[in-house]
T-cell receptor
Framework: EQQVQQSPASLVLQEGENAELQCSFS?????VQWFYQRPGGRLVSLLY???GTKQSGRLTSTTVIKERRSSLHISSSQITDSGTYLC???????????????FGTGTLLSVKP | EAAVTQSPRNKVAVTGGKVTLSCNQT?????MYWYRQDTGHGLRLIHY???????EKGDIPDGYKASRPSQENFSLILELATPSQTSVYFC????????????FGEGSRLIVV
């Protein structure tokens, strides 16, 4: 069972349009992160959002932990925004000072001129 | 900027052969991770480590071993490679001191024939 569900699986936009990406979790988590990945590239952290709303440039993430969901809003999309957006929930593990992340399968965004 | 480097970037191995994927981080992070990425499955955690000398099983450890000889280095070992292990492998590092985010390498593409 996929513990992190993302929708839509893919999205095509015209440059300048806004995008809304959704993420939901089948189990409780207390931390959510959003990542970006270019085709064949490394993952880059976009936003770390445990709860509420966080903004970074044209990106806004809203997380409602008790409803086990998070969203990522991209305003005024640009061609260079094309790529895969992955949501990840954090699970703490015993004995360590960190976390492990469980990822969704991603939303493939394509922005056309 | 956190730096995680992986080697080799591309590898073709024969079934039954041994493969070692290496990862080096220069961020002094305590935690390191190995994920594999496959279409339809997203990223799945294979092994992780929370310090030199420690390795822990992730969600899909079967067929893989890990080694963390130092703070900087974390290796993934396939003793007897199989075609089902054809994938892109990502290493990551992070800890609470880095804002709970993970820093990823550029990936190692492995093909087992």
């Amino acid at each position: 069972e996929q513990q992190v569900q993302q929708s839509p699986a893919s999205l095509v936009l015209q440059e300048g349009e806004n995008a809304e990406l959704q993420c939901s979790f089948s189990i409780f988590t207390n931390q959510v992160q959003w990542f970006y990945q270019r085709p064949g590239g490394r993952l880059v952290s976009l936003l770390y959002n445990p709860s509420g709303t966080k903004q970074s440039g044209r990106l806004t993430s809203t997380t409602v932990i008790k409803e086990r969901r998070s969203s990522l809003h991209i305003s005024s999309s640009q061609i260079t925004d094309s790529g895969t957006y992955l949501c990840a929930m954090e699970q703490s593990y015993y004995g360590g000072s960190g976390n492990k992340l469980i990822f969704g399968t991603g939303t493939l965004l394509s922005v056309k001129p | 900027e956190a730096a995680v480097t992986q080697s080799p970037r591309n590898k073709v191995a024969v079934t039954g052969g041994k493969v070692t994927l290496s990862c080096n981080q220069t961020n002094n992070h305590n935690n390191m991770y190995w994920y594999r990425q496959d279409t339809g499955h997203g990223l799945r955690l294979i092994h992780y480590s929370y310090g030199a000398g420690s390795t822990e099983k992730g969600d899909i450890p079967d067929g893989y071993k890990a080694s963390r000889p130092s703070q900087e280095n974390f290796s993934l070992i396939l003793e007897l490679a199989t075609p089902s292990q054809t994938s892109v492998y990502f290493c990551a590092s992070g800890d609470k001191g880095s804002g709970n985010t993970l820093y990823f390498g550029e990936g190692s593409r492995l093909i087992v024939v």
